[in-house]
């Protein structure tokens, strides 16, 4: 009779335990016109798709993008403020079988090697589900552009030479 009692409590425990989790997946995928090199002040975009793989619907659902620095020694999570203005999502309810599509826009202010997840949890359920990682380098962008230098590197001693010239034939 304990052990019937047990095995009784032992399932309810389970189903409720199972109805309260959230039965989200996320899929995180780099957009196709992404650069294969970005640099900084490129432009990037994530697309995910958020489903409820489960049999109730998701009540609250919310969605957020993470950003992390993985570089050697600079291991930090980054503010998203000058990155992104799209941080979050959010859907009142996700009815079962059905999907979220989102796109994460994210504008490149930093050299350095990060890792992007978006992570989503509903207002009923106690789980926190995140997509596969999405890992991506950002090149320094060169600070001298030959196009504008080249001008002023040639230009210059020629003014500054004109302008002794001319001097020297007012004296």
Do not use: C
């Not at 969605?63 to 993985?70: C, K, M």
């Amino acid at each position: 009779m304990i052990l019937r009692t047990l095995i009784l409590a032992g399932a309810l425990f389970l189903t409720s335990a199972s109805a309260w989790a959230a039965p989200l997946s996320v899929d995180l995928t780099a957009a196709p016109s992404n650069p294969v090199s970005p640099q900084m002040g490129d432009n990037l975009s994530f697309h995910t798709v958020i489903r409820n793989d489960g049999s109730i619907p998701v009540d609250g659902l919310i969605a957020w993008i993470s950003l992390v620095q993985i570089d050697k020694g600079k291991e930090q999570p980054v503010d998203l403020e000058d990155w992104s203005a799209h941080k979050a999502v959010t859907a009142a309810s996700l009815a079962p079988g059905k999907t979220l599509e989102t796109d994460w826009p994210m504008r490149l202010i930093q050299s350095g090697t990060y890792r992007v997840v978006v992570s989503a949890v509903s207002r009923s359920g106690d789980n926190l589900t995140a997509s596969p990682f999405a890992d991506f380098t950002v090149r320094q962008k060169p600070v001298v552009e030959s196009q504008r230098v080249l001008p002023v590197a040639i230009g210059i001693p020629f003014l500054l030479g004109g302008m002794m010239l001319w001097r020297r034939r007012k004296a």
